[in-house]
């Protein structure tokens, strides 16, 4: 049906074909056993993220509620499969553990007309790990690129779900460990700003291309804010989920 899940299939309309293909009995089911799953979405044009977006995160790092989305972009090159190995930068102390829900854009759009509007350019979701280096973020630039564009910084995945599939974006629970600990156990019906504002909202400043993910914010007990900021260390491994879209298992090494 495709080469591959990209911009050009999520445009030309390549979800409706694929659920067509699926009733109609076309596609066999693909033995896993033995073989990588990679990002469901690959080559993102764009990796926009939302930060401050739950409230208990915001106090937990003691940032004021942002009264508009505090925007920023992170390199597409991060992008990895949902259980790829992680790298912790060299020089690193901080790295840092975030689940999140992505957004992946399925039309182009621009200008939209609110948030009533946003949900026909939405092909699907998925798990986003935003992976950060703190001190690379807060302490070296007043931009917090350097701690999010990091090589390996955002397994996404397994799944691209559908949006019909998921129902409500703001009911979904999401949850993190690290080796075996809870750290997160957070919901998106805490976000300040929720999916379908963010979506309107970028648009008015930016165009949205098909494949483009928007990761949309990570609720509380990431390793900057809990007592003794337990950062991550190589041989870590850090587990998350969200509620239908899966889970992720990644273990880190040193770069």
């Known amino acids: 049906m495709t080469p591959d899940i990209d911009g050009v299939f999520l445009a030309s309309g390549g979800v409706d074909r694929a659920r067509a ?3 109609a009995g076309e596609l066999t089911e693909l ?26 995160h915001a106090a937990e790092t003691g940032a ?3 009264p508009r989305p505090v925007v920023f972009m992170k390199d597409p090159g991060t992008v990895v499969g949902p259980h790829d190995e992680v790298l912790i930068p060299r020089g690193s102390v901080k790295t840092d553990w975030e689940v999140e829900l ?3 854009i399925g039309r182009r759009a621009h200008y939209l007309d609110g948030p009533q509007d946003a949900r026909a350019v939405i092909a699907g979701y998925a798990i986003s790990h935003d992976v950060s280096e703190r001190e690379f973020q807060l302490e070296y630039s007043s931009q917090w690129d350097l701690g999010k564009s990091c090589e390996t910084f955002n397994p996404l995945g ?3 779900v559908t949006a019909d599939e998921i129902g409500d974006p703001q009911n979904l629970g ?7 600990v809870k750290r997160q156990d957070g ?3 805490n976000m300040i700003f929720p999916v379908d504002h963010i ?8 165009v949205l291309e098909p494949g483009d993910v928007i990761n949309t914010g990570t609720p509380a007990g990431v390793a900057l804010g809990l007592p003794g900021t337990p950062f991550l260390r190589p041989g870590d491994t850090v587990e998350l989920s969200v509620d239908g879209l899966g889970s992720q298992r990644q273990t880190f090494a040193q770069a």
């Not at 033995?31 to 208990?56: F, H, M, S, W």
């Not at 979506?199 to 930016?206: A, D, E, F, K, P």
């Open 64 to 66: 004021a509620i942002p």
């Open 187 to 189: 919901h998106t019906g």
């Open 158 to 160: 397994p799944w691209l």
């Open 102 to 104: 992505a957004v992946v």
């Open 21 to 23: 293909a699926v009733t």
């Open 199 to 206: 979506v309107s909202y970028l648009s008015q400043y930016m």
């Open 174 to 180: 999401l949850h993190l460990s690290v080796n075996g």
């Open 31 to 56: 033995d896993q056993e033995g073989l990588r799953i990679g990002a469901p979405v690959t080559r993102p044009g764009k990796v926009i993220c939302v930060g401050l977006n739950y409230r208990d």
